[in-house]
C-alpha cells in the first residue's frame, strides 16, 4: 500500500524520525511532502532553520522513505494524494480532525506524536546556556 505523510521536518529530530518510521510500517512505500520554505513561513511566522533543500535531503537519505516532493500549500493536499495515488494519509495526531475530508479518497491516519521534543525545545535547548 501507497503512504503519504506530510512536514516541515525542521532541524531533524527523533519525534520526527519516529513518525515515518511508523509510517514506513503501515505500507510498502512511503512518500514524503516537504514542506517550501516560503509555506514554513506561512504555517509558522518565522523561516526554518534549515532550508527546503536541505531538509529535503535528510529525509530523502532515510531508510524509510521511498519519495520525497515539495509540499508548496497546504490547499494541494487532495491533488497531492491523488497525484502520487496514495491509498493512506499519514500525520501526527496535533492535525487530528484536520484532513478527515480527505477520506473519500483514502484513508486517514493520526498517529500520537513523540511526548517532550519538537524542533521549538531544541532551539531553545541550544539557545539557553
Ligand atoms: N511529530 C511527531 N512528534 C513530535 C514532533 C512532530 O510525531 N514530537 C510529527 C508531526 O505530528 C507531523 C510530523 O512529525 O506529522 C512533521 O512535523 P512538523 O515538522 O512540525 O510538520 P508540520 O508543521 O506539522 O507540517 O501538510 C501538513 C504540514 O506540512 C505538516
Redesign the pocket.
Known sequence: MRII??????VFHV??L??IERAHMLGDYLIV?V?TDAMTFE??GRDPVYNQSERMEIISALRYVDEVFS?ES?DL?RQYIQTFQAAMLV??N??AGKFDEFKDICRVVY?P??PS???TAVIEKIRKP
Open positions: 505523510t506530510f512536514g516541515t521536518f525542521d519525534g520526527h519516529r513518525i511532502g514542506s504555517k509558522k509540499e497546504l493536499k500525520m501526527g496535533d492535525w498517529l506524536r513523540t521534543i519538537s524542533t
